[in-house]
């Protein structure tokens, strides 16, 4: 039952108004939110027989939550599991200089399309099909919203009603319910499979084509490999046939890279190559390997993109000006003889020695810092490409490893981490927090440690 004297002590909405700070810290919305929130839980302990608590200590509450209610949904955090392609956590980020290239351009009015010199409408697409070309080669170019709305419509617009040859070995899903064979079906096209899951030969190719064929396609394996007894077509070979055959030839790259990475024993095969293998249209994304905004990049023979251009699909997935702006400048970056500078490409290649002193530096500090029962020291581990990108790879880092002598603590401490203003992303090994220096931006370092000190005392003390 409810007491009614206890309800009654609850102040009202107005008499915490006149309580609260002029100005208020936040928007009076997040206000006027929190304080509904937060005198229902006072009702809820009243019928537990629970008394409010004073005033001052109510309008601390309210304002809280408010604060934390005010703070964008979407916001940074700090990646220190060493996934560079997180694609959770943003895939790659972007150079604040060229952020503000998009801020001049998002701010005001902008020549999205509109070609100022003969003062008429002018193409979205222009505004990279230049740079790009000068980058890796093709006669034209075209940008959606992103790789896997490039393939859809792609396929859509060029094979529709007819059958697209595809390796047996390529029907990959990316991720996202992404799957090739469903976003063949999607699009209208019949797939035709051919060769086994290991091997592929050109005869398998050649004796599917028929009337009805309308492309043969080559599919990145993208998040997996298969090794061993194993055989494909290269882009030329793939190239050769469809010549041969009167037939559009395609290639989902995937991750885009601009010059042929190797790691290990896996090389990445590049944009230029495939170009260069004069494939009539490549589709890849901005921001993988590429290390620019989200964005599906389609480069190849004019007379396709104009068919694409035209299609109708294309109005559904165009870009925005927010990201052309920023993939532009990404791509300049490239022809500048900066993509070193892109911050993907900057961690991606920090040397050992350069990690280690950083985190032996972060170690210092934080064990001066730290005063439990804890130990923190740093270690060889590696870090990871992601996004799908080079599957089995890995790149050496150095951790910071902070290892709580109670292990029971470190679910929480990797907890507290998450709950902090800038939330910090961590990973779990063997009885330890692990730091992979490689994905946090030496800015970031200060807050970083602030925040592992914060936490640390939380799960060890509370
Ligand atoms: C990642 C990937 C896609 C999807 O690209 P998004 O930019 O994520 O839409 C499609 N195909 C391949 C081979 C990929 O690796």
Sequence with gaps: MQDPDIRRQIPAAQKIWQ??????????????RAMDVVLDELRQDAVQGQLPPPVPIIVQNILHKAEEWAIPHLKPV????GVLIHTNLGRSPLPAEIMEMVKDVATQYSTLEYEVEAGRRGSRHDHVAGVLADLVGGEAAMVVNNNAAAVLMALSALARGQEVVVSRGELVEIGGSFRIPEVMALSGAILREVGATNKTHARDYIGAINTNTGMLLKVHQSNFRVIGFTQGLSTADLVRIGREYGIVVMEDLGSGVIDPLRLEDVVEPSVKEVVGAGVDIVTFSGDKLLGGPQAG??????????????????RAVRVDKMTLSALEGTIRWYLEGRAQELPLWHMMTQTVDTLQQRATAVAQVL???????VDIDTAPDFSQIGGGSMPGTHIPSVVVRVTPQDGS??????????YARMPVIARISHGSVIFDLRTIFPSQESLLIDTIVMALEEALFT
């Design 19 to 32: 309580a609260m700070p002029n100005p208020l810290p936040v928007s009076r919305y997040w206000v006027r």
């Design 78 to 81: 700090i990646n220190a599991t």
């Design 297 to 314: 990049i389609i480069v190849g023979k004019a007379a396709i993109i104009d068919r694409l251009k035209k299609y109708p699909l294309a």
């Design 367 to 373: 064990r001066q810092r730290v005063s439990g029962p």
């Design 409 to 418: 603590v470190v679910p929480h401490f990797e907890q507290r981490l998450r």
